[in-house]
């Protein structure tokens, strides 16, 4: 099997569904569409639209990660104004990824990598079938110790109750 390469033009120009990522001319398919994936994606949602509205809240928004060769597409993310650009070009304040059952760590590793070395602050990944939630920073990815996800500058806070929700 062989990989047919894109230009990042065609790919930002081509509707795909579900949304794909663009990886070094490659478009990369994501594994979303379950029930638990889009539940907790709705509750993240859905919780920070109502508790933080002066925050702007996107599911599966384009981010280029990397100029000219990467865009990818986090679950959710937060930005604390409206880049106004389709292709979000700054980084995020967070990036949340949800797990589904077929994604690879590895592959999950090298996008959180991407996003911390962007300059995104605060990346968070959501495990729904062990209904955990992870940080990653410093080239680690730990597990949450407490009921709730939290972040300064501004401040906010995420029970994991209100995630987790009716899982």
Not at 58 to 73: K, N
Not at 139 to 149: A, H, T
């Amino acid at each position: 099997m062989s990989t047919v390469l894109v230009s990042l033009a065609e790919y930002l120009n081509t509707a795909y569904s579900p949304d794909r990522e663009y990886v070094d001319g490659v478009v990369v398919e994501r594994h979303v569409g379950e029930r638990p994936h889009s539940l907790i994606q709705r509750n993240l949602v859905v919780y920070l639209q109502t508790h933080y509205p002066d925050l702007q809240v996107w599911p599966e928004q384009r981010v280029r990660t990397v100029a000219g060769r990467r865009s990818r597409v986090p679950d959710v993310c937060i930005t604390l104004q409206d880049p106004g650009t389709d292709v979000f070009e700054t980084p995020p304040f967070v990036a949340i990824e949800i797990l589904s059952r077929r994604d690879e760590m590895s592959e999950l590793l090298e996008k959180l990598e991407e996003y911390s070395t962007f300059g995104v602050p605060h990346i968070w990944v959501v495990d729904p079938r062990r209904q955990k939630v992870f940080r990653y920073g410093h080239g680690r990815l730990e597990q949450l110790e407490g009921n709730e996800l939290a972040s300064s500058g501004p401040a906010i806070r995420l029970p994991l109750d209100a995630v987790f929700r009716g899982l």
